[in-house]
């Protein structure tokens, strides 16, 4: 991997961070959306060589030894650009949550109050691989009014960089604070330990990356946390369920996209149809070089063989991140729910099945950040529910849960209006 390892002076980024958050609130959407095109415009116009250097990073991947299936997924561009631009163009159209009042009322004691939306100020997003993030936060943030410090992985250094200075000519361009997206343009990791404790200037922060990472930040850093990005994804198939129509689900959610937070980890099989539906999953996914790892009922249906092996200790509590699932057959919905509560990480899990009871029974009881009915976990994602990206999925309950997009990178004030009245 490449090492930077040149100097940065937080605390003065910092600073200057929350110089241009408290520019930047104070924009017009016009004027926050034609920073916006001015990036996507940038973008399209530097793509070649953005992927020039993304193609440095993932031959070092290579070299590496890294799973091809994570360089596709998180380190690759090249089949991505054109809906990483187009996600850009899609927050120009997305409404502006920065000054939106709600909450309003009138008091009898002469007091009229409301609430109105502002934006959160400087977020801090330390990352692993995904350069695309460097993208996604940086747009969703300036549409809601806020300053980014960034830390990307050492893994993508040269896409982040190169990134970065085509963002940052797209802002100043525009009129835009030069400091409302700032990069630590160095993989020296003292600098994470640091940014977490930067709390008179960084009111946010956002981990996106593994358990570790996660853990990291949670145990050491004296600002907020979001917690989120880390998936353990279950299927539970119900005996009413259509397994024809159920199986290509299975497989978009396994396949699609597998080293990705919200792909399937684990399937569970009603035992009522287990027989029957159990060897159609595994020669189903078998095509795409899916591997199984299966409770005794499974193994007791299935077999044993060079793609089908017992699961071990701790696999339940892996997300795979690859092309590996977990099967379990279980009893009935409460043994579904009660294996999920057990492994969960509170983030996308779902239900097969043709009864609207059972469905409901399943998503009022499984408390994860996104539940789905027939439908692929695969659209637990910001882009795919219409919010034009995401910073992160929250699988956390404060402040914000799943997708987080727009509305969630802002917080609110009340604005309290009398007629020069005094409390009684």
């Given amino acids: 991997?490449?090492?930077?390892?040149?100097?940065?002076?937080?605390?003065?980024?910092?600073?200057?961070?929350?110089?241009?958050?408290?520019?930047?609130?104070?924009?017009?959407?016009?004027?926050?959306?034609?920073?916006?095109?001015?990036?996507?415009?940038?973008?399209e116009a530097n793509t070649p060589t953005i992927l020039e250097q993304n193609k440095i990073d993932i031959e070092r991947a290579h070299e590496n030894g890294t799973d091809p299936i994570w360089?596709?997924?998180?380190?690759d561009l090249e089949r991505r650009m054109a809906g990483i631009i187009q996600d850009v163009r899609n927050v120009v159209n997305l409404p502006d949550p920065v000054g939106t009042t709600f909450a309003e009322?009138?008091?009898?004691?002469?007091?009229?109050?409301?609430?109105?939306?502002?934006?959160?100020?400087?977020?801090?997003?330390?990352?692993?691989?995904?350069?695309?993030?460097?993208?996604?936060?940086?747009?969703?943030?300036?549409?809601?009014?806020n300053a980014v410090i960034l830390?990307?992985?050492s893994d993508v250094i040269n896409t982040n960089l190169e990134v970065v200075r085509v963002l940052t000519e797209a802002l100043v361009s525009a009129g835009l604070p030069e400091d409302t997206m700032q990069y630590i343009a160095s993989t020296d990791r003292r600098y994470v330990g640091e940014m977490l404790k930067m709390h008179d200037s960084i009111d946010m922060i956002i981990p996106r990356g593994g358990s570790g990472l996660h853990n990291f930040c949670r145990e050491n850093s004296t600002i907020p946390v979001i917690i989120g990005g880390m998936g353990i994804v279950h299927y539970y198939v119900d005996e009413s369920a259509n397994q024809e129509k159920s199986l290509p689900v299975i497989y978009n959610a396994k396949t699609q996209r597998p080293a990705v937070?919200?792909?399937?980890?684990?399937?569970?099989?009603?035992?009522?149809?287990?027989?029957?539906?159990?060897?159609?999953?595994?020669?189903?996914?078998?095509r795409a070089d899916v591997v199984f790892k299966a409770d005794?009922?499974?193994?007791?249906?299935?077999?044993?063989?060079?793609?089908v092996s017992p699961v071990a200790e701790g696999d339940f509590?892996?997300?795979?991140?690859?092309?590996?699932?977990?099967?379990?057959?279980?009893?009935?919905v409460d043994d579904a729910i009660d294996h999920i509560r057990q492994h969960t990480t509170f983030h996308s899990d779902g239900i097969l099945t043709e009864d609207a009871e059972q469905a409901a029974y399943f998503l009022n009881r499984?408390?994860?950040?996104?539940?789905?009915?027939?439908?692929?976990?695969?659209?637990?994602?910001?882009?795919?529910?219409?919010?034009?990206?995401?910073?992160?999925?929250s699988t956390q309950k404060l402040h914000a849960r799943g997708p987080m997009a727009l509305e969630e990178l802002t917080t609110y004030k009340w604005v309290v209006t009398g007629n020069y009245t005094s409390r009684p």
Avoid at 263 to 268: E, P, Q, W, Y
Avoid at 367 to 383: K, L
């Fill in 71 to 75: 360089i596709r997924d998180r380190i």
């Fill in 366 to 393: 499984v408390d994860s950040a996104a539940v789905f009915w027939n439908a692929s976990t695969r659209f637990n994602d910001g882009s795919a529910l219409g919010l034009g990206a995401e910073v992160a999925i």
């Fill in 261 to 286: 937070c919200n792909s399937v980890d684990t399937l569970l099989v009603h035992e009522s149809i287990a027989h029957e539906f159990l060897p159609k999953v595994v020669d189903d996914l078998t």
């Fill in 317 to 332: 509590d892996t997300e795979w991140m690859g092309l590996t699932l977990n099967l379990k057959v279980v009893s009935d």
């Fill in 151 to 153: 830390r990307g992985g």
């Fill in 105 to 145: 009322n009138s008091l009898d004691t002469g007091i009229d109050i409301h609430k109105v939306r502002v934006p959160l100020g400087v977020l801090g997003v330390i990352y692993e691989s995904r350069p695309n993030v460097t993208v996604d936060i940086s747009t969703l943030a300036l549409k809601a009014g």
């Fill in 1 to 43: 991997m490449v090492q930077v390892t040149q100097e940065v002076k937080l605390l003065e980024m910092g600073k200057r961070a929350k110089e241009a958050a408290f520019q930047l609130a104070n924009f017009s959407t016009e004027q926050k959306n034609q920073a916006l095109i001015a990036i996507a415009d940038a973008l």
């Fill in 296 to 307: 005794e009922q499974t193994l007791a249906i299935i077999g044993e063989n060079d793609r």
